[in-house]
């Protein structure tokens, strides 16, 4: 008995000194590892790609000394990294830049109070519609939502030219879509909601049912399974086409509609975070992201972005603002569209 | 009687400051999002269960992920029960590599082999026809090694003069079914918890074979609808299902343990023989499940100097992997290893009450528990530790302690508390007593702790990414970043690189324990 009391004694001893180790790892902030305000620096959360926005960052860090400290959102898990975190952190932030490479959740994100306004002076040549009235985002460099098809398995005579394509007898079970409750494809379908009006898009969505349309887990995965050739097309975004033709692949891309409504484009978005940590290198990485030059780098990349303003240099034979007949979008409206494209989404496609 | 029962469990649970310490790392963080779901804008509600739970979709989806882990978890018994026996009682040709090599699925994580194996399938166009029994054979093959792990060491730790005593009197299949089955079942009975637990929740290999299943509707619910109130009343039901599962394994179960402290042969049998038929088909699941997934990736991951250009691209990841994957395994070790020593003082119904609440986070997604971290640690006094990959150590710790205190707690139990306390006869000494005689006897228990959460731990994504510190990245992070890339060959070398790691120090551990 008295040893077991020792030992519980011992136990709680140990618990003691291990909890008190703990806590002074959380209450000396110095002594442990942290060293975040020694030299200037700016956290931007970033959805764009890893391998197109590391040096655009790089960039910045050289031309003004101040260092840049990123987290890259993965595509795999659906943009739920950086967004949740962005909710999650909204009491203690500790991002100053938020970079996008859509435009839906930078919008949910400023009614949901996690943005802050801030108007740049490199955003006054960004045509108003790519920007929001209360500035609290500006959008830039788009990529669009195109058809790409496999190049030996569709003569150039048969190309698709329209989403309403994905609806021809002669294409069934021949074309994929990728998930439209994530990325750029619910955007994608926001926007139709917006544009067409909920019948329309219901119609759309079980016309993907009905002519068994591959519904994949993403737009890259579109693009490999065409480029594969098991499947002859599908809708993707811009810079997975440019990307897989620069690896060789076997694909073409067509711009959707050109002849109808138009092809809808989808900008990066920049914001400021309310109560960064450090706006004031915030506010410089937003002038540095928002100006030609790094839209220009963007459409030199092998992402191939499409500036928005004229006059943005652009390497021959990739697509140009003034190349494209855009899809006109009332963004603010899309993003009033969204919960109910969602639910449409999951009660047809994804049963 | 029974409130001062309870009162003294609870007693036993609030005194130490270890069990708090377990609390604060892995249950306050997804009670801190449960108690979310109660609210609506600011006021108590149960909105988010009457709106999810009212649509007969989320039951269709509960229903084909219960389909899922179930169907799963019955074929992985055969595979696993089928192999170990043959393993344990047949000779053949490299018969210890053999034995290795089948636990080689579970050194590579799951979403790891659905990329291989997608890309073996969908040549065939089974993806599409057959999703959910594609995404079952995938599991199947993931998981099976667990049951072989726990049929192997249960087949090898018997007592096999109690077989060879019914052999005299009975068939082969009545010994089998009336005395080795028996003393199979405590270790079987964890396995195949496990392998449902771990199907059920699995995301990766559904998510790649795109099937809709519960995980990926819970993400959705993050994802695309950012409600995370919704989404933890979607994992609710699943709580209340590991809970169910838990506790009645462990009732099965009683006193009886899955874990062996001595893992050697008591006894040659008798009827142990040698068999090429057995060689054969052991060699060839391995190459079936082992060999064609790795040959998959790397012939993927071609030309050969794309596995040094993966290092070189991935060196920092993967330091940062290893860092976080040791540390935390190391620190789950200790901590599993002190909880479940003290566990051992406590009643019976203490001891229940701490195991329920140790294993409570593997109940919980982990979109679930890296949103919770975010909420509890994410404050002006925690910023030294939120902002270092500490936090990614306090991820793994949150998600993967319940195994290595599982484990330590079965292997503690088996030590005789008599000898304990001849020990501290002898010398009182408690630091004594720990070196010399509980931690030598549960030596290899914590080795395989230690690993367990180590694989673990180097694998973790689904929380990792939402608390990562900015300019940091882990090597699962990287693979996923460069798969929309869609850098085939590179994603392939760094899935191995990463398989490769697993495979390393599994296999030093491993020759530690044979020792």
Redesign the interface.
Known sequence: MIIMKKNTRSYRRRGIILVALALSLLLFPQVGFSSLKKSPQVVIYTAMDQIFSKPILEDFERLHGIQVKAVYDVEAVKTTGIVNRLIAEKNYPQCDVFWNNEIMRTIMLKRKGVLAPYRSPSAQDIALDFKDKQGYWAGFAARARVLVINTDRVRKKMYPSSLQDLFSPAWRGQTAFANPLFGTTSTHIAAMVATQGVDASQAFLQGLVNNQTRIVDGNSVVRDMVARGDLAWGVTDTDDVHVGQLQGKPIAMVLPDQHGQGTLLIPNTVALIKNSPNPQEARLFIDYLLSREVEARLAASESAQIPLRTGVPVPEGQLSFADVKALPVDFEAMADSLEKANGMIESILLR | MILRTISRSCHQVQ????V??ALLIGVVPPFIMVSQSFYLEGNFSLHHYIQLFSEQ?TW?LLGRSLALALGTTVFSLPVGLILAVCCVSQHFPGKKLATALILVPLFIPSHIQAMAWTALL??Q?LL?QAPLSVSMFILILAYSPLVFLAAHAGLSARDRGMEEAGALLACPWQVWKKITLPLLGPHLCFALSLVFLLSFFNYGVP??V?L?SFPVEI??R?????D?GGAVALAMPIVALVLVLLVSQKQYRGKKSFFTLSGQMKKKSLSERKSLLTGLLIWGSIAFTVALPLGTLFYQSLPLHTLSLALQHASKELGTSFLVAVLSASVAVI?AF?LA??SQ?FSQRGRDLLQTMMLLPLAFPA?VMG?GL??LW?????????????ILVVVCLARFLPFAFLILEASLAQVSPSML?AA??CN?S?INKLLRIELLLNKKALLVSWLVVFIFAMGE??AT???????R?TLS?KI???????NGPLVAALALVLSGVNLLVSFILLSLVQR
């Not at chain 2, 990414?465 to 300019?471: A, F, H």
Request: proline residues 7%; glycine residues 8%.
């Open positions: 005194a130490s400051p270890l708090l310490l979709r269709a969908c040549s166009g599409s998510a790649t795109g809709s993400l959705a993050f994802s695309a609808y950012y995370e901590l002190l020593s003290s003082n979109t949103v975010i909420h994410n404050r002006p006094w925690t910023q030294a530790l939120y902002s270092s990959i500490f306390e501290s006869l009182p408690r994504l689904g990414l939402l608390v990562i510190p900015p300019g990245e992070l996923y970043s460069l798969m929309h890339y869609g």
